[in-house]
């Protein structure tokens, strides 16, 4: 049950940190927390990551259902075989993409807000990038598959013992 509560805050965190967001700052206002590396910048995404696919709102909202369904699935079966790496990141999984549904589902668009910038000269040239704008559904589902990932290669390195 602790792997839906760990989906679950990140649900509540995510959606929380959203209405501040859409509540406090208009549309393209930004307000600098560390300088120009970080900041929060009110951004609606119509699209999937980075921006890709914009307009398609009912593709994700049945892609993120049949998400959902696979990885509810596929966690019930990792909390059975007492796994505890993969239940955790599919949990964080699940909080993301619940998050982001719900914003699509209801609102046609996810409320994006974290903003960094890296700026630094790379043997004489120098490097000014913006990262796309994300939120913490978005970090959520990287964590996720990045766990996802770890857990697979620590279980390809026991296979091979």
């Given at each position: 049950m602790r792997y839906y509560i760990y989906a679950l805050i990140v649900l509540l965190v995510d959606q929380a940190t959203k209405w501040l967001i859409v509540d406090r700052l208009a549309i393209g206002e930004t307000r600098p927390v560390i300088g120009e590396f970080f900041q929060i910048t009110s951004h609606?995404?119509?699209?999937?990551?980075?921006?890709?696919?914009?307009?398609?709102?009912?593709?994700?909202?049945?892609?993120?259902?049949?998400?959902?369904?696979?990885?509810?699935?596929?966690?019930?079966?990792m909390r059975r075989e007492k796994k505890r790496l993969m239940p955790i990141a599919?949990?964080?999984?699940?909080?993301?993409?619940?998050?982001?549904?719900?914003?699509?589902?209801?609102?046609g668009q996810v409320v994006d807000f974290l903003q960094f910038r890296?700026?630094?000269?790379?043997?004489?040239?120098a490097v000014d990038y913006t990262y796309p704008i994300f939120n913490i559904a978005d970090s959520a589902i990287c964590i996720g598959v990045a766990l996802i990932f770890l857990d697979s290669l620590i279980s390809w390195r026991r296979e091979r013992r």
């Open positions: 609606r995404n119509k699209g999937a990551a980075f921006g890709i696919l914009q307009n398609q709102r009912w593709f994700f909202v049945i892609i993120t259902l049949v998400v959902v369904v696979g990885v509810i699935w596929y966690l019930e079966k599919l949990g964080l999984l699940l909080g993301g993409a619940l998050g982001n549904f719900i914003d699509r589902s209801l609102f890296f700026q630094f000269n790379w043997f004489g040239t």
